[in-house]
């Protein structure tokens, strides 16, 4: 079936750097896509959305980028913060909801 | 509000037990979820809702039941529980429409021995 994947399972970032983070997805159709955070020992947490009508959207310290042509989109995390370690995860909206994998951010001090 | 609320967080089982979780939410949410979280596989939906009385099945619904008798609540069974259900469970809730936030619990861990 269709899927979502990220492409790195880690990612270690400097304290105050900017974080990007990746994923693909398969269905050319998904028309709405979701980034979420986990903290550790929490549930996953809404960051931000984003419809395949938009190729940016920003929100407090996050954007994410829509490639529709090859089925990419990115999360990108300014000014990454030591609250900001977690693990993320991108879902591609096909009404159940399909989930990536995750990334797991590691902020250094 | 409590939002999602997951009940037991931790349970540890024998092999060929059977137990309920349950999920209540106090938001009205028409929608609800059960994934399950394993190391490296991210979030596999088991089984959903769409609305009081229906339920369907998600990607690995083998082995669960659900119920949802109740709008507020959604519960997941395990009829004879086996070690490769040992995982950590997640209830969710949205919103039906457009928007796709899901709000969820904080977990139930399960161990199957």
């Known amino acids: 079936g269709e899927s979502v994947g990220l492409h790195l399972p880690t990612l270690s970032v400097q304290e105050g750097d900017n974080s990007i983070i990746n994923c693909a997805y398969s269905?050319?159709?998904?028309?709405?896509f979701i980034w979420y955070k986990q903290e550790s020992g929490k549930g996953p947490q809404f960051i931000i959305d984003?419809?395949?009508?938009?190729d940016k959207r920003q929100g407090q310290r996050v954007t994410v980028l829509l490639n529709k042509t090859v089925k990419h989109l990115s999360l990108q995390i300014a000014a990454t913060q030591p609250g900001d370690s977690a693990v993320y995860f991108c879902?591609?909206?096909?009404?159940?909801?399909?989930f990536g994998a995750g990334t797991t951010v590691t902020v250094r001090a | 509000n409590a939002g999602v609320t997951q009940t037991p967080k931790f349970r540890v089982l024998k092999t060929g037990q059977s137990m309920t979780l349950l999920c209540a939410q106090d938001?009205?949410?028409?929608?609800m979820y059960w994934y399950r979280q394993d190391p490296g596989m991210g979030l596999r939906l088991i089984h959903y809702?769409?609305?009081?009385?229906?339920?369907a099945k998600g990607e690995v619904p083998d082995g669960y039941n659900v119920s949802r008798l109740k709008k507020q609540n959604f519960l997941l069974g395990l009829e004879s529980a086996a070690p490769s259900q040992t995982s950590v469970y997640f209830c969710?809730?949205?919103?039906?429409?457009?928007?796709?936030?899901?709000?969820f619990g904080e977990g139930s861990r399960l161990t199957v021995l």
């Open positions: 938001m009205n949410h028409e929608y």
């Open positions: 969710a809730t949205r919103r039906p429409g457009n928007t796709g936030e899901l709000f």
């Open positions: 879902a591609e909206d096909d009404y159940k909801l399909s």
């Open positions: 984003i419809r395949s009508n938009m």
């Open positions: 269905n050319s159709a998904s028309d709405y």
């Open positions: 809702s769409v609305g009081e009385g229906t339920t």
